[in-house]
C-alpha cells in the first residue's frame, strides 16, 4: 500500500513567487490535512480537507490556498513568497472516523520550501 | 481555539533512563491525545494516543497518562535505548483541528 507523496520534495523560490505543492493521500483516505514545519514552531496546522470541502483552517494569512481534488489529492499554494515562509510543508492523510481529529495522521516526506 | 504547550524542548537521558514529556492543553472539549515521534530526517509517525475516557494507556515501554481536571498529560519512555533519539509531539484534538505542540528533542546517550 503506497504512502503518503508529496511533490516537489525540495524547492527554491524568490520573495513574491508563488508556488504549488501536491500530495497524493493513501488510497482509501478522504481526508488530507497540511502543517508547516519550522525549526522551534512545531507542527502549524494550515488547513485540512475532506469530501473537497476545506473543514477547518488554521491561523495563517490568505497568502496560503488549498484544494482538494475529487480523488482526493491535494494541493496547496503560497502566493507572493515571503521569507519567513521557507518550511518543511508536511501533509497527512487519514481515514477519517467522521470525528475530525480523532484518527491516525500518515503524514508525507513533505515539501522542503526555501524562499531566497 | 486550542493551545498546546510542551516541556521541555530538550530532554538529554542515558541510555536505561526514564524519559517524561509533558503537555497541557486549554480546550476542556478536547478528547484525542496522540504522540508523535520523528527521527532526523523522516516524517512523524502515530507512537501512541490516548483518549479522554481512559486515564492511562501503555504499550512496551511507552505509555501515556492523562488528567483531564488539570489539562495535561504525559508521555513516559521507561528503558530508553539511543534509537529512541528523535524529537516528539504531542497534540490534543476535540471536534475542531488536531493542534501540535511544539515537539521535545529527546537524546539518549549510549
Known amino acids: 500500500k503506497a504512502g503518503v507523496t508529496q511533490t516537489p520534495r525540495y524547492l527554491i523560490k524568490t520573495r513574491g513567487q508563488q508556488v504549488t505543492l501536491s500530495c497524493s493521500p493513501i488510497s482509501g483516505h478522504r481526508s488530507v490535512s497540511w502543517y508547516q514545519q519550522t525549526p522551534g514552531q512545531g507542527l502549524q496546522f494550515l488547513f485540512e480537507?475532506?469530501?473537497?470541502?476545506?473543514?477547518n483552517k488554521g491561523n495563517f494569512p490568505g497568502r496560503f490556498s488549498g484544494r482538494q481534488f475529487s480523488n482526493s489529492r491535494s494541493e496547496m499554494n503560497v502566493s507572493t513568497l515571503e521569507l519567513g515562509d521557507s518550511a518543511l510543508y508536511l501533509c497527512?492523510?487519514?481515514?477519517?472516523?467522521?470525528?475530525?481529529?480523532?484518527?491516525?495522521?500518515?503524514f508525507g516526506e513533505g515539501s522542503r520550501l526555501t524562499v531566497l | 481555539g486550542e493551545n498546546v504547550e510542551q516541556h521541555p524542548s530538550t530532554l538529554s537521558v542515558q541510555e536505561g533512563d526514564s524519559a517524561v514529556i509533558k503537555c497541557t492543553y486549554s480546550d476542556s472539549a478536547s478528547n484525542y491525545f496522540p504522540w508523535y515521534k520523528q527521527e532526523l530526517g523522516k516524517r512523524p509517525q502515530l507512537i501512541i494516543d490516548i483518549r479522554s475516557n481512559v486515564g492511562e494507556k501503555k504499550d512496551q515501554r511507552i505509555a501515556v497518562t492523562l488528567n483531564k481536571t488539570a489539562k495535561h498529560f504525559s508521555l513516559h519512555i521507561t528503558e530508553t535505548q539511543p534509537e529512541d533519539s528523535a524529537v516528539y509531539f504531542c497534540a490534543a484534538s476535540g471536534f475542531q483541528k488536531l493542534v501540535f505542540g511544539t515537539g521535545t528533542r529527546l537524546l539518549v546517550s549510549p
Open positions: 480537507y475532506f469530501s473537497e470541502t476545506q473543514r
Open positions: 497527512a492523510s487519514s481515514k477519517d472516523r467522521g470525528r475530525v481529529g480523532t484518527g491516525e495522521l500518515f
